[in-house]
């Protein structure tokens, strides 16, 4: 993750959810597992492992929950999109599994890893791309569903412009996020420290 000169509480609460390997840690895996948003620069983050070697597929989960009917530009679901742009960037159609009904995360996971067995694939090992604050949770959806799956983790890099008002206010919503998600058996437990706690609610 990039330096920034954005509130150091922000940035303190960014860097725990932030859970992800740099690429030269991560090994060459299965698959990339790319949960679905409207931001095109997730499907680019997945592509550049691709082209990395880092894996020969690429699992793209979402849905497009605004108006049920339509997602981003025009297209039926965020999976849909986020594909379109991996195969403008030179990925093969071949190489992609889209699932196209998951509205969380949990669904990202439950049914993107029901979508690959129905196409006969097992992947063993796995990358995770999501949004950057999300990535911790996603993996723990995993560690819980599918903990003999081997995980990482991938992150975009982000600069000052990322901070928007709305992804300020989801940063700081992600930590009771972690704890309603555990709660309810959706993903593993996540120790929050009482640092992160407090820097949470300084901004």
Partial sequence: MNSFSVNSNIEKVLKFLVQAEPDEEIPRCDAIFVFGTTNGEIAKQAVHLYQKNKASRI??????????????????????????????????????????????????????????????????????VAVPYLLRRARACFVKNFPEIKIYGSAMPVTEEFFTPYRISRIKGELPRLVKYAEAGMIAPTVISEEIKKSATLF
């Fill in 59 to 128: 699992i793209i989960s979402g849905w497009h929950r605004h108006d049920g009917k339509e997602g981003p530009f025009s297209f039926h679901s965020e999976a849909e999109y986020l594909a379109s742009v991996a195969e403008k960037d030179g990925v093969s159609k071949e190489n992609i599994v889209i699932e196209k009904r998951a509205t969380n995360t949990y669904e990202n996971v439950i049914f993107g890893m029901r979508a690959c067995k129905e196409v006969g694939f097992s992947p063993k090992t796995l990358i995770l």
